[in-house]
């Protein structure tokens, strides 16, 4: 499968180059695909993996962004502790470097920032010494979910085989953030159809004592709920407390 051509401030698509040593290539990937099988938070897997990439690719700044609701871009990790950079940022997707990036599902390589006229950020750039960029996107079966940003302090001209490494974490990290997503909705999922049957086990048990049907036992379990301002499984797992039924799993 051909790799996607990665975007230069001369438009040509980067050439070889040593780059990092294998060993610590080797070793980065390792230590982030053993994160990601591992029983940590995402919060603590996206700080090991921008950490991590920082110290491989040898970058001032590594920076991981998701695309959030609202369908722009957030920083939701970087290994600085730059207060500058840290600063809420958001960027609209398909503008500016990092935005096409996202946009267009392909890396990019920056040589100076500061002299870029689509970089959004040129002020913080100089002000924190940041100087040449990659940026690699995060894509799960090629829906792009965000991106990799790594910021060098002087000039670099980034190789095939960085471009090659950053990708590669990228990736991981993409799989990381999907199962994390999938785990999530299943277990929103779970607990929506346990509520639903400890509900129904109340209505039934509310329209049999009143001798009303399920839809009326079901108004009332919602008037109490609002007369209570409380959610309408712990009004129901109250009544089933109270009349002596214990809910079987």
Request: glycine residues 8%.
């Amino acid at each position: 499968m051909a790799r996607k051509k990665t975007l230069h401030d001369n438009g040509e698509q980067s050439g070889g180059g040593k780059g990092s040593s294998a060993e610590k290539r080797f070793s980065a990937l390792l230590t982030i695909s053993r994160a990601i099988t591992s029983e940590k938070y995402l919060e603590d897997i996206l700080r090991l993996i921008v950490t991590v990439t920082a110290e491989v690719m040898g970058s001032k700044i590594c920076s991981l962004m998701l695309i959030g609701d609202d369908g722009k871009l957030h920083v939701k990790a970087t290994q600085s502790i730059s207060k500058e950079y840290n600063k809420k940022r958001v960027l609209e997707v398909g503008k500016g470097v990092v935005g096409k990036v996202a946009s267009e599902n392909r890396p990019a390589i920056v040589r100076d920032v500061r002299e870029r006229e689509d970089y959004q950020y040129p002020e913080m750039a100089r002000k924190e010494g940041l100087v040449s960029l990659l940026s690699v996107p995060l894509a799960v079966k090629g829906r792009v979910i965000g991106v990799i940003n790594c910021y060098t302090s002087r000039p670099h001209d980034f190789t095939e085989a960085e471009v090659t490494v950053l990708t590669t974490i990228a990736n991981q990290a993409a799989i990381a953030i999907e199962n994390t997503e999938l785990l999530v909705r299943s277990r929103v999922i779970q607990e929506e159809l346990e509520s639903r049957k400890i509900i129904e086990r109340a209505k039934d048990i509310l329209a049999a004592e009143n001798g009303i049907g399920g839809d009326e036992a079901y108004r009332k379990i919602q008037a109490m709920s609002m007369n209570m301002r409380r959610p309408m499984r712990q009004i129901a797992e109250a009544i089933i407390i109270s009349r002596g039924v214990h809910e079987s799993s």
